[in-house]
């Protein structure tokens, strides 16, 4: 298995190279966006992602220097192309929670093949909704800093990711992902803050990350397969967590998870597998620990 996730990885690192080396970059400043952090350049960002995924060629879209503030964005594929987003800046939410609605996310990556997110750092400005969930008012959701849906042949790239509603990455119904020197840090007080969740997806690589969060610095659920960390420092935070597993009677189970060289600093927990005690059809979990 650790041969198969070898080459996973491989996979992952010559899309990378053939990304990299596109010749159709899209600068959302050309398209309307403002480095000044205050005006909202959602539209800039959607309007320089759909001319990239409709491009013939492999394609960038491209975010400069500065800050950017954008509220819930979609960039759907499918795309005709490989595509980069690099991002340069730092990309901010706004600094009123309620502006990113219910919807649950904050920036969606949905049916995109062959994508590579590069660089940057995403601000989400959590702070406020924290203290809305503690006070115990009436809060929306909150919302998942960045999420990939439906997603093949991905690599995530030195993305900082800060102050998130909720979790920071999340890969769902995904297939062959490398996430890699990613730094995710929320204070160690914000509710449900996970560094990264995996669900439902295959072939999945974590590698050389620094996960400094207020929930679990991985969280692993139902139908995850394939899955490797490696080299990840982690806390403060729960620890790399497997579920919690069993809640429904029908539900996919977990298999072929392996951790290597992990540091675990002022982490409640190094790994744990949570389980709800009733009957479930799922299978067994498959996990292995190394030095």
Known sequence: MATKLSI??????????????????YNVNTYGAKPDGKTDSTQSFLKAWTLACNAAQAST???????????AAV?????????????????????????????????LFIKVDRL??????????GAAFWACRKSGNNCPVGARSITFNWANN?????????????????INSCNNVLVRNAKLIAPDQSPNTDGIHVQSSNGVTITSGILQTGDDCISIGP????????NIKCGPGHGVSIGSLG????????????????VFTGSDNGVRIKSWARASNS?????RLQE
């Open 116 to 125: 590579t997110v590069y660089g940057g750092t995403l601000d989400a400005n």
């Open 283 to 287: 299978f067994d979990v498959l996990v």
């Open 8 to 25: 996973s990885c491989l996979i992952c690192l010559l899309f990378t190279f053939f990304i990299e080396s596109s010749n159709a970059a």
């Open 247 to 262: 809640k429904e009677l029908n539900e996919d189970g977990v298999q072929n998870v392996t951790l290597t060289n992990a």
């Open 154 to 170: 991905v690599v995530i790239s030195g993305l900082t990711s800060i102050n998130s509603q909720l979790s920071h990455l999340v």
């Open 61 to 71: 879209v491209l975010i400069p220097k500065g800050r950017y503030l954008i509220k």
């Open 223 to 230: 139908g995850t397969r394939n899955l490797l960390m490696n």
């Open 75 to 107: 960039f759907r594929g499918p795309c005709m192309n490989r595509i980069t987003f690099q991002i340069d800046g730092t990309i901010v939410a706004p600094t009123d929670y309620r502006a990113l609605g219910n919807s649950g996310y904050w920036i």
